[in-house]
């Protein structure tokens, strides 16, 4: 008898000893998955970075266009030239006592995805709209006017 149960406790014991094996291997097999998971995850992450940074449109140096005076009596010939973080605008006058008598402001500018702030020297923001060969001038909430393609100067 004492034989039989050497043999049935080494059985129970390698019985076990497989059932460990298993589940370790199964424990090991979810943890490696888990980790390609979240490295996945990551590489998709960093490659969607990659095709936004693409997609980005890019700053042209000078932007022209006609713009609309507020009270439509008389529009404005608009240039805009932008270079290393440093803007220059000048509007000038298309009619009137003031035609060709050009007001410039010069100043600093910001990109953020696709709106470009303009800070004047004297601390005056302008928005703008980044589009593709363009930018549309915005109010000083951010938002477009009932008629943006008379306030969009076109790159050059």
């Known amino acids: 008898m004492p034989q039989r149960e050497t043999k049935n406790t080494f059985t129970k014991t390698k019985m076990i000893m497989k059932k ?8 090991l ?27 980005e449109i890019a700053l ?5 266009g006609e713009i609309p005076a507020a009270d ?11 270079e290393d973080g440093k ?7 298309k009619e009137g ?3 060709d008598k050009a007001e410039v ?8 995805g696709d709106m470009l702030t303009l800070t004047s020297k004297d601390g005056e923001k ?8 363009a930018l549309e001038m915005l109010n000083s909430d951010g938002e477009s006017s009932a008629t943006p393609e008379l306030y969009t100067l076109k790159a050059e």
């Open 126 to 133: 302008s928005l703008y709209k980044v589009k593709e060969g």
């Open 97 to 99: 006592k003031s035609k």
């Open 60 to 64: 042209a140096k000078t932007y022209k």
């Open 29 to 55: 097999s979810l943890a490696a998955c888990g980790n390609k998971a979240q490295n996945a995850e990551q590489t998709t992450d960093s490659v969607m970075a990659e095709v936004v940074e693409v997609k």
């Open 20 to 27: 460990l094996f298993v589940v370790s291997l199964a424990a």
């Open 87 to 93: 803007y220059t605008l000048t509007e000038t006058p």
């Open 72 to 82: 439509d009596a008389v529009a404005f010939i608009v240039s805009l030239q932008l």
């Open 105 to 112: 402001t010069e100043g600093t500018y910001v990109r953020e």
